[in-house]
């Protein structure tokens, strides 16, 4: 696919998630996500393979049938009330939490790196925002699949030796703490979330610089510095104090108005989730010295990247809080 399609299909991804966020009716939201989901599909064929190909039918047939629930229940409640827990239903299965997770880690599995890390972060925008706008409470009733999306985060990644499937299941539990902080102010949710990526983004992009496969390769051919960098923004993302993760999850804790078993069970799943970030990083930073620290060259797009995902969402907390 020619460049000019790519920015034409990203500018296309990029302005139904506004249409999303600006919508005031169930029509103009489906409309959004609909825009959304055809703009993404292009966007995967990066090599033209027939893995990618495989990877955007499994990505197009659970979206639609989110999008067909999604409308019909917009429709039909307007006169059975009951019937809006579907739109719940729908959104969770195009955000791929559990137990609507069935599609998302093969889908992640066959993707190259640019179109996994979308789907990891842009992706999961238009569906969160449409959440926050129903009842506030049917919202509360979305609180059970928070709890259990944040568990089956932690435990599905326990087994997992490549890094797409840590990062997919690392993304099931981390949308299940998004969900959790829908009920409390809007704030908290649109900083976890930009934290998320920003975190996300200093992954990528150490990702990108070798063609990393299995977690045993991800710190081998690096250099110290980059291999520290790499520890840090992976603990982060598990939630290690006092990393922006951990921030991040502790104003979640702090604002929601989850039950206490629910917070309980999201705790369990953020604990078991760092249990093997820090097995997978415990060797790299046992290896690491000051003097490697003091040599460290700072100076890269990756370190630049590292230090926004730290700093930017502490800056944000420091106006908003």
Request: charged share 10%; glycine share 4%.
């Amino acid at each position: 696919m020619k460049s000019p399609s790519k920015f034409l299909f990203m500018f296309l991804m990029i302005s139904s998630t506004c249409m999303v966020a600006s919508s005031s009716n169930w029509l103009m939201t489906w409309m959004g996500l609909e825009i959304n989901m055809l703009g993404y599909i292009p966007l995967m064929f990066m090599k033209e393979s027939s893995s990618e190909s495989e990877a955007a039918v499994k990505y197009l047939i659970p979206q639609s049938l989110g999008s067909t629930v999604f409308i019909v229940s917009a429709i039909t409640s307007a006169y059975f009330s009951n019937l809006q827990i579907l739109l719940l239903i729908a959104m969770c299965l195009k955000l791929g939490v559990a137990p609507f997770h069935f599609w998302f880690p093969p889908v992640m599995a066959s993707l190259q790196l640019m179109p996994a890390f979308i789907l990891l972060t842009w992706q999961k925008i238009a569906p969160l925002l449409a959440i926050s706008s129903f009842n506030p409470l049917l919202v509360k009733s979305i609180m059970p699949i928070a709890m259990i999306s944040a568990l089956w985060g932690g435990i599905g990644g326990l087994n997992q030796t490549d890094i797409r499937s840590l990062l997919t299941y690392s993304s099931i539990g981390h949308t299940g703490w998004m969900l959790a902080s829908i009920n409390s102010d809007y704030m908290i949710l649109t900083a976890y979330l930009a934290a998320y990526i920003l975190i996300n983004g200093s992954i990528y992009a150490f990702l990108t610089k070798e063609h990393t496969k299995s977690y045993k390769q991800l710190f081998s051919s690096k250099e110290s510095s980059e291999s520290f960098f790499l520890a840090i923004t992976i603990l982060s993302l598990g939630g290690l104090p006092p990393l922006v993760g951990f921030i991040m999850k502790l104003l979640v804790l702090m604002f929601t108005e989850a039950k206490m078993i629910i917070i309980v069970g999201l705790i369990m799943g953020a604990l078991v989730s760092l249990f093997f970030y820090l097995s997978l990083t415990f060797s790299t930073l046992l290896s690491f010295n000051k003097i490697h620290l003091t040599k460290a060259q700072m100076i890269s797009k990756q370190a630049i990247l590292f230090l926004l995902s730290q700093i930017l969402p502490l800056t944000l907390i420091l106006f908003f809080f």
